[in-house]
């Protein structure tokens, strides 16, 4: 499967959503097979918050291949409420500007472009709030 066609696949990727347990409420992102609380395999949509605030980052320097022109760019994980915790590229920041507890939201943008034919994957970023 190629890449894109694997990220359109992922809804949460697009519409910002979790997985909700319809029997103890566990708000899961990305979404599962089973509840890990109460091992249900009932789960309805929900959509997880746009905003949060960074916990860690680190700034990538040596990046994979598909990544060189950004290089050095700022990676993080953020909360976003829920228990919800996400890895994202920090975009439209600079690095030195980064600090922890910092308020962000996430936006759709474009991640990357794959082979010669330049076929875009889209995701989410997070950018200072």
Do not use: H
């Amino acid at each position: 499967m190629s890449a894109p066609k694997y990220w359109r696949e992922m809804a949460q990727r697009y519409r910002f959503e979790a997985a909700k347990c319809k029997k103890c409420g566990k708000v899961l992102f990305p979404p599962r097979l089973a509840c890990p609380a109460c091992k249900s395999r009932e789960f309805e949509n929900t959509r997880i918050n746009d905003k949060g605030t960074i916990e860690t980052y680190t700034i990538v320097r040596i990046p994979p291949s598909q990544f060189t022109d950004e290089a050095p760019y700022p990676v993080a994980i953020v909360n976003m409420g829920d228990n919800i915790r996400i890895l994202c590229q920090v975009a439209d920041c600079e690095p030195e500007e980064l600090k922890i507890g910092m308020p962000v939201r996430l936006e759709f943008r474009k991640i990357q472009q794959e082979g010669k034919s330049g076929i875009l994957a889209y995701g989410y970023k997070c950018v200072p709030e």
